[in-house]
């Protein structure tokens, strides 16, 4: 597990004493549900925290309970004082020396950490595939993400906190029974859920172009720009700006088809010393 303050700079730059008593405080707070959940402070420095479990269900519990005493703590705080951290967890193989840890299933967990919500958990594949069936928590597939030095896209999950763990089939059941209720009002939009799925459609797409190489990001951003001049000089009438999108879109079939591609080829190929 991998935590980390979230505008940790900006926190320090407001209030500096305040900022430090308040992290160890909050790491005081670490240390106590690390313990509980048979854990290990392997490293911290600055802000950022690095811990051992020997059971990916125990990492997982830990980084909820942290969460949500934070949460608590931070409750009775003005905004301007609250201290989130954003934690990731991967399950891997590491590498030891003395107390330390290294090795690519740390270097991912830190990664994740990077790209999780604030206030939040990420997961990698790995850990996901170890809890989704043996706990009773809810979690959002956010798809592959390229982060910094590690070569593959890693497989995301965000752990839904906040009090939305509860099982999908309670839910559904739930929905049925207000929908066959007297006086139901299912029959009207639901713009509520309609405009937070939008907005967590947005907020997925955000993260994933963020997590792309700068290239792709330029291509992306073209191809928009493109398409938003066509829609403020011509509408919807004449769809003119797929050609001078075509040599951009091209460059994104190349590195998500061919480019891909040959690195898997190259990655197969005998290395020499």
């Known amino acids: 597990m991998c935590a980390d303050v ?6 320090m730059a407001r209030d500096e004493d305040g900022t430090l008593d ?19 402070i392997v490293n911290t420095w600055g802000d950022a925290v690095i811990i051992e479990f020997t059971s990916v269900l125990e990492a997982v519990q830990c980084a909820v309970d942290i969460q949500n005493e934070l949460l608590h703590r931070n409750s009775e705080l003005p905004d301007l004082n609250k201290m ?14 003395g107390d330390d840890i290294y090795g690519d299933g740390v270097n991912v967990a830190a990664r994740l950490q990077e790209i999780a919500p604030t ?78 799925a939008v907005a967590n459609g947005f907020e997925q ?18 191809i928009g720009f493109f398409f938003i001049l066509n829609l403020l000089t011509s509408g919807l009438s004449t769809l003119w700006f797929v050609w001078p999108s075509l040599p951009f879109a091209v ?23």
């Open 6 to 11: 979230a505008q940790y700079s900006k926190l």
């Open 22 to 40: 308040r992290l160890k405080a909050y790491r005081s707070v670490m240390s106590s549900m690390t313990g509980r959940h048979n854990g290990r």
């Open 84 to 97: 989130e951290f954003r934690i990731g967890i991967n399950l891997g193989d590491i590498m030891v020396e």
């Open 119 to 196: 206030g939040g958990i990420m997961l990698s594949q790995s850990v996901y595939d170890q809890v989704k069936t043996k706990m009773a928590l809810g979690f959002e597939p956010l798809g592959p993400q390229q982060v910094k030095n590690v070569a593959d896209p890693v497989e995301t999950y965000s752990v839904r906190m906040g009090g939305r763990n509860a099982p999908q089939e309670s839910t559904t059941a739930q929905n049925a029974d207000e929908a066959d209720s007297p006086g139901s009002t299912s029959d009207r939009p639901n713009w509520d859920k309609d405009t937070q």
């Open 205 to 222: 797409a955000r993260r994933w172009l963020r997590a792309q190489p700068r290239k792709v990001r330029s291509c992306v951003f073209m």
């Open 251 to 273: 460059m994104l079939v190349w590195h998500f088809v061919v480019g891909r591609r040959e690195k898997a080829i190259d990655s197969q190929l005998p290395r020499g010393d």
